[in-house]
């Protein structure tokens, strides 16, 4: 009965989610970073400049109104530099305030290059395309790496992987996935 | 949408979906499932009372654990007292489950040879342990060689006539809980010694051994490890780290050390510590490495000293895994809707047996044959469910 019910809820819950996800996938105010043209980041100066202006732009809207945080969330990408300076004013005292419900932090870039803060919602983790990134960063970086997930790839191909995982995500697929990954 | 289940070894599925779940709420004797954490929130035994949880993190949960409290002999007028076991295995879950099975009975059958729980009687009972998975292994050797590159830590704790007893191979660890009337506070005492090359005595005794191998340790991924593999210098298994003849074909090249080896490179011998019960002792928290990554020892004492006995074990639990969700920039709510398997990149498994001493009740003798409690820790998932 216990199984049954939790079930029950998880269900309902899942379900829910692939709505609010499709419905955020229909809308225009496409919330990755991938929607941003990718030439920005052609260069490493023009993408410090970006990353910079970016950070001042999001730290001035959050100091204005705190809730306004969660709208610019999901595009905004900053260096690691910064998002270490930055990213928790309090001392950790709450958990990653700055991360939109549903999603986490990574950091996504090669050795020696700029790492990226990129949010990702977590059930991508479960995702198989997901999976093999996941194993790249384990190789690298062991499971015992402090701090965010880092996946040691280009932007280029991270976002690729995303967009397939967004591509396949309608509902039915979505579930298929799912159950693979769960059995 | 099926969700993976949890089995409780023990007889009667303590995860029973169907019509008559509402009645077991609470009192259920082998404990519950919920996602991927099992949890047993209170018993009763010999010496006090228990709570166990479990979280799976790996693909197959490599976690095991029990606890025993009644007679630890076979015979009926021999020692009574409780046993805790924690097997954290690596590598895969072959080795911890076979410690589950067996190491107990082991213990009991050496208890009942020797006619008393000692210090010498639980080493004997790991050291055969080891050698029947070692034998298990040669036996296996042709249809399934990567038994060789299993392997798991194992902590054991006797409470046995106002004392306890802890054995470790490994980094799992115990920690008792002193309470501290002056400050109305209970402090944290370690009881076990731990096996893991990020303890600087630990590489000292790795080189010591090995003073002709300048890569007994080596640093990898800002991690210690012993031959740049393993983190623990003790375990029980890893044949292939043992006996040279494990090191080779068919075991799969990238189980092998690459180069060979005359001399065992971990070692299956416990260390012992022997803890004379004070009345001030409150409580024993035994727990998997994955809990102490997050938790120090005292935080750990402090959450059982505040928070009611009930569920104990799986507050530490999720306070660990509260942790874990904030060193991942993510909630807690959403580390859990990330399935197994993926989970290890966000938290070990963890086990967690916490055991209150009701000192009072060990002198009551005669309660000792009548409350008999034999439970382990979920077995996990082991193959996919339809």
């Excluded at chain 2, 070990?348 to 009740?361: E, K, N, R």
Aim: aromatic share 8%; with cysteine.
């Amino acid at each position: 009965m216990k199984m049954g019910r939790f079930r029950g809820f998880s269900m309902k819950h899942r379900v829910n989610m692939l709505f609010r996800v499709f419905r955020r996938n229909r809308s225009t105010t496409g919330y990755y970073r991938l929607d941003r043209p990718s030439s920005c980041w052609k260069t490493k100066a023009s993408s410090c400049l970006f990353n910079m202006t970016n950070y001042l732009k999001t730290k001035a809207k959050a100091i204005c109104s705190s809730s306004s945080a969660r709208n610019l969330g999901p595009k905004r990408i900053m260096s690691r530099g910064y998002t270490q300076f930055g990213h928790d004013p309090n001392g950790g005292k709450t958990e990653s305030s700055d991360v939109p419900k549903g999603q986490l932090a990574v950091y996504v870039g090669q050795k020696d290059g700029d790492f990226q803060r990129v949010f990702v919602p977590v059930i991508y983790f479960n995702h198989p395309l997901f999976g093999q990134l996941l194993r790249e960063a384990e190789e690298e970086f062991g499971y015992n790496h402090p701090g965010a997930i880092t996946i040691p790839c280009r932007i280029s191909e991270f976002e690729h992987v995303q967009t397939r995982i967004k591509q396949g995500r309608t509902p039915r697929k979505l579930l298929s996935w799912k159950r693979q990954a769960s059995s | 949408m099926v969700k993976p289940c949890w089995k409780p070894s023990v007889e009667g599925d303590g995860s029973r979906r169907g019509s008559d779940g509402t009645a077991r709420r609470g009192g259920d004797p082998n404990g519950r499932c919920d996602g991927l954490m099992w949890y047993k929130d209170l018993g009763s035994l010999v010496n006090g009372e228990f709570s166990m949880a479990v979280i799976q993190a790996n693909g197959l949960l490599e976690d095991q654990c029990q606890l025993e409290s009644g007679s630890l002999s076979f015979l009926n007028s021999g020692p009574s007292g409780t046993f805790i076991g924690v097997y954290d295995g690596h590598g895969g879950p072959e080795t911890s489950r076979f410690i589950n099975e067996s190491l107990f009975q082991n213990f009991k059958k050496i208890a009942t040879e020797h006619q008393e729980v000692s210090a010498n009687v639980i080493k004997k009972a790991f050291l055969a342990t080891e050698e029947e998975f070692i034998s298990q292994v040669k036996q296996q050797w042709l249809e399934k060689p990567q038994l060789a590159s299993v392997g798991s830590c194992c902590l054991v704790g006797v409470i046995c006539d106002g004392l306890v007893y802890v054995a470790n191979v490994g980094d799992s660890r115990v920690v008792l809980g002193r309470a501290e009337p002056a400050y109305g506070g209970v402090t944290a005492l370690q009881l076990s010694t731990e096996h893991n090359a990020s303890i600087e005595s630990v590489r000292d005794e790795l080189r010591l051994l090995h003073p002709d191998d300048p890569q007994i340790v080596v640093l990898k991924h800002k991690v210690w490890r012993v031959k740049g593999i393993i983190q623990v210098s003790r375990s029980i298994g890893d044949a292939y780290l043992k006996k040279a003849e494990f090191n080779k074909a068919p075991l799969l090249a990238k189980f092998r050390l690459p180069e060979p080896f005359s001399k065992q490179i971990l070692n299956p011998e416990p260390s012992i510590f022997i803890h004379k019960l004070n009345p001030k002792d409150q409580f024993l928290i035994f727990a998997s490495d994955g809990l102490w990554e997050h938790l120090t020892n005292q935080e750990a004492v402090d959450i059982v000293h505040n928070y009611s006995r009930n569920g104990i074990a799986k507050r530490l639990v999720k306070a660990a895994l509260k942790l874990a969700a904030k060193k991942r920039e993510m909630r807690y709510s959403d580390l859990k809707k990330i399935d197994r398997g993926v989970r290890r990149h966000f938290h070990d498994d963890i086990t967690v047996v916490v055991v209150f001493l009701d000192q009072s009740s060990v002198s009551r003798s005669f309660f000792r044959s009548s409350t008999s409690v034999s439970i382990r820790g979920s077995r996990g998932v082991s193959s996919p469910r339809s």
